[in-house]
């Protein structure tokens, strides 16, 4: 008889007249893990290795969904990964880039928007809320962002004023302040995720801590272009920069561990489970109750 009461506990100890429980920690594998959900008893997963799998404290979800479909969570950091790596080098201006990245339009619209938004769907899926919430709202973050860089959406031609010649670049007042409201909402929200990330793991919640300050050193950049200053929005940029670049550095160190562990790969990349260091609501509630 499994413990019901186990987020994470799966009961098929009744199929094919068998009648047995298994137990996978952080030290399985993906692949046997995976292999042994089909056929095993009764499985119970560790926080550690549901963490490893799918980036998300463990939850209670009624099916077979995640023995039905894959992982969608590579997927979404490929198009996050895809649309801020150059855009990270842009902002540090390496090799002469610049124009706020606008040579990657592209890409924010079908790596950070589409993968983005399809890894999220598939999280929601799964019933993993927090990835689901994180990687759609950066989604719509790229789409959004590749639109304002669209002449076609006309965001910048808006702000304009007719028969000013002069009005042009990062010149118009109206424009880089709105853009640097934008960057304070993302800093707000990635701040709300960083606080949520310290029931995930440790390069989840680094990925977090870096893009707080870089949005909000965006906002600075596009807040003192807007006020002519020049030369503290340029240092502005290139730290926001910096911080993108260190988070991109993070992002593809959680891909590879991701990535390596699909293919049942013998070397195992640690990812720092810290969902036991800030115990959940539920389960304060549950040793409460036992006490």
Not at 79 to 91: A, E, K, R, Y
Not at 196 to 221: H, K
Not at 225 to 238: D, H, I, N, P, S
Not at 262 to 279: A, Q, W
Request: a neutral charge.
């Amino acid at each position: 008889m499994t413990d019901h009461n186990n987020a994470l506990e799966k009961d098929f100890s009744r199929q094919n007249g068998n009648d047995y429980h298994q137990h996978l920690d952080h030290t399985t594998d993906s692949d046997t893990a995976l292999r042994q959900i089909r056929t095993a008893g009764s499985i119970s997963i560790s926080p550690e290795l549901f963490e490893k799998l799918y980036l998300s404290p463990q939850n209670q979800v009624k099916g077979e969904l995640r023995k039905t479909f894959g992982n969608p969570t590579p997927l979404a950091l490929v198009g996050f990964l895809l649309s801020l790596f150059p855009l990270s080098m842009t902002l540090m201006g390496w090799r002469g880039a610049g124009g706020s990245g606008a040579a990657s339009t592209g890409w924010y619209y079908f790596a950070g928007g589409l993968l983005m938004v399809l890894g999220g769907v598939g999280e929601w899926i799964l019933g993993n809320t927090f990835p689901f919430v994180v990687f759609t709202s950066f989604g719509a973050f790229w789409l959004g962002f590749g639109a304002t860089l669209q002449p076609f959406y006309g965001a910048y031609t808006a702000y304009a004023t007719p028969g000013n010649a002069s009005s042009t670049g990062l010149e118009s007042v109206g424009f880089n302040v709105g853009i640097g409201y934008f960057m304070i909402a993302m800093c707000l929200l990635c701040l709300i995720f960083l606080v949520c990330s310290i029931r995930t793991n440790l390069i989840f919640f680094l990925i977090f801590f870096t893009l707080v300050p870089a949005f909000g050193l965006l906002a600075g950049a596009y807040l003192n272009v807007a006020r002519g200053r020049a030369g503290t929005a340029m240092k502005c940029q290139e730290a926001a920069g910096a911080f993108t670049f260190v988070t991109c550095l993070l992002g593809w160190y959680i891909l590879m561990a991701i990535m390596l562990a699909s293919v049942d790969f013998p070397l195992d990349l640690p990812l720092i489970d810290l969902s036991g260091m800030v115990k959940g609501a539920s389960e304060k509630r549950k040793i409460n109750h036992v006490e």
